[in-house]
């Protein structure tokens, strides 16, 4: 966390521990998981991200396969993790920048291994000699396995269900499901989101007791809503969205929060949505579109 003292909520996933007030919640029992399961670039979940994570031993960012750092040094293994009764199952953990480096070597004894291959260098292991395995002589390749050994079933793919879409038209399509009983016919939901990886983002915004702490302005005649700017709490303080800058432009459009489309929506009723959903804890997903500077 923060490194300061006082109360400590452990996250139920990994050994990690935060003050709830350095993540934005109100009450411990809130607190779903620490930033080491989610990108913090685009925000995906490990199970968004292929079901693997780069998580930095040394600060709070992880960072999917798509998003993580070209100098980041992955580790072999993260023995102050491993004290603690940890292994990363779904993922490895990284150095992501030359500082975190420094304060993983200063703060959590950890050494450098010789330089040799670049930032990306682990450890080979030993060679294994198989050939006595399988025979030293020539290849046949003209002989064929009998049939009595050739695997008679197949693994089957597990069927995920289709992410939802903002499209304007709900489309319904039926998939037929192919087994050995009567076929059946199952409804699926096959909208889609068209998301532009070179300009969307998706910012990931705390609910604090006293707000989000954003400013939200509307365009093309009220149906177009896009960020302004941070406002301070009425605390004082900077809002958690305005110290991780989670929105990378100024006039950035908002395409949709936590999965409901906005884009069309007369600004007062986002707004009143807004306001009647409101749940303290929660960290909202905006999909944002940066405009063209």
């Known amino acids: 966390c923060c490194g300061d003292g006082g109360r400590l909520v452990c996250c139920p996933r990994c050994p990690v521990s935060v003050h709830p007030r350095c993540v934005g919640l109100a009450r411990a029992n809130q607190f779903a998981s620490c930033t080491h399961h989610n990108c913090s670039t685009c925000g995906k979940s490990t199970s968004d991200a292929g079901g693997f994570i780069y998580a930095c031993s040394a600060c709070p960012n992880a960072y999917c396969e798509e998003h993580v750092p070209n100098d980041a040094r992955i580790l072999v293994s993260n023995p102050r993790m491993e004290s603690l009764g940890f292994r990363i199952k779904h993922g490895v953990y990284i150095h992501c ?94 909208r889609r989101l068209a998301f532009d990886f070179e300009t969307d983002y998706i910012a990931s915004v705390p609910v604090t007791p006293l707000g989000m702490g954003l400013k939200l302005c509307a365009s093309d005649c009220l149906t177009k809503l896009i960020f302004a700017a941070y406002i301070k709490l009425p605390d004082g303080r900077l809002s958690p969205a305005a110290v991780n800058k989670v929105f990378k432009n100024q006039g950035d459009e908002i395409i949709a929060i936590d999965d409901r489309p906005i884009v069309g929506v007369p600004f007062v009723q986002v707004v009143e949505w807004l306001r009647e959903t409101r749940d303290v804890g929660k960290i909202r997903s905006f999909h944002m579109r940066q405009t063209p500077i």
């Open 97 to 190: 920048t030359k500082q975190c480096e420094s304060v993983a070597e200063t703060e959590f004894n950890w050494r450098r291994p010789p330089a040799s291959g670049g930032a990306h260098a682990s450890p080979c292991p030993p060679c294994v000699d198989i050939s006595s395995q399988f025979g030293c002589g020539p290849v046949d390749e003209s002989l064929e396995a009998p049939d009595d050994v050739l695997l008679q079933k197949t693994r089957k793919r597990r069927r995920h269900a289709l992410r939802p879409d903002y499209s304007d038209n709900d489309k319904i399509e039926v998939v037929k499901v192919v087994a050995s009983k009567p076929t059946k016919e199952k409804k699926v939901n096959s």
